[in-house]
């Protein structure tokens, strides 16, 4: 469990809006189906204030009842499922929205169960990142490496990154692939924001709760180098890695074990910078893990400003370090993969991990 906090935003927290929504959604269960019962005003009100506390699923829910019955029959759902690119998924969708198959799922159901349709369709929306590039930096935060166990703990403290690993890099498309061929190359896409699936080798799997950065990449007109990198999204990452992993020589070989390597929230937040002064100096990252009934800090609660390197700075030093970054030791070389890739135009980065607490070290 990971999330950012930003100062100067909080949740409402009123208890009369709190209780007139209970009334709305006793009211309309209540009903027939959404607010279709006898036509009083008090179900014209329940509509209403549901209508105002929830207008996200609102919003939905208009597109989506075409004959505007009130309940979403399941050929609406998997309507729904189809517009979302999200097929593969509309029988799940169908099942926790309409469990008792009466045709009918009314909005209250839909309301308590969005968080299934909202992750149904940020699925669906990560295949569209099948061809961003994956990119990591490690040994942002002093001491993480030392922690994790990729480093001595008696070498100073650095006062940079150690260097950059990949963890994804698409196969390049060509026009006569098969299916096959390229279902095979996506198959390897291993970001996702339900279930981290468990590696079937190596051992001490630990979970690495950092900041995600989605970048455009901008490249030299002579396609020599990269240019610049243009941030456009910021997100919870979970840089999910396998430890003691026999015969690995680079940090790599430890990132990517197929789907359900990496997690990242379901929700990101739009940036043009990261310049100081912008929204990055708001944002601290912390995580917990939830074992049994009791929830544990897993990772410092520390502010995004205390990586070793941030802002516009580290902007530059990833470019530097994707142009000249050399195989040596555990690093590889990281433009070279770019061009094997047929220069993706965009790339998830992992910004690096923070300090564990004594119970997630």
Known sequence: MMSFRTAGLRALNNPAHQLSARLALRATASSNGFGNGNGNGFDKVARQILQQHHPREWAIWKKIDRDRSGFLSRDEIRMMCRKMDATAHADVLVDILDPDNSGQCSFTRFIKHFKAVRMVRNTARLKH?????????????????????????????????????????????????????????????????AVIDFPTRGGNVQVEPEMGLYCDIVYTKEGDAVERLVPRRIAAFNDCSIRQLDGSEKLSEKKNWGHGSKGISLRSFRVNSISKGSLVDRLSLVSYIKRGEKIHQYSVDAPARNYLLFHDDLMDWIVKSINTQINTGKWEEIFSQLVKSDYPTSMWIALGAGEYTPWGA
Request: charge should be negative; proline fraction near 8%.
């Open 129 to 193: 990142w099948n061809r961003t590039f994956g990119l990591g930096v490690a040994g942002n935060v002093a001491g993480h490496m030392a922690q994790a166990g990729e480093a001595d703990a008696s070498e100073a403290a650095p006062a940079l990154p150690a260097a950059l690993f990949t963890f994804y890099a698409p196969n390049p498309f060509t026009i006569d692939a098969t299916e096959a061929e390229v279902l095979a190359q996506l198959a390897t896409f291993p970001v996702t924001n």
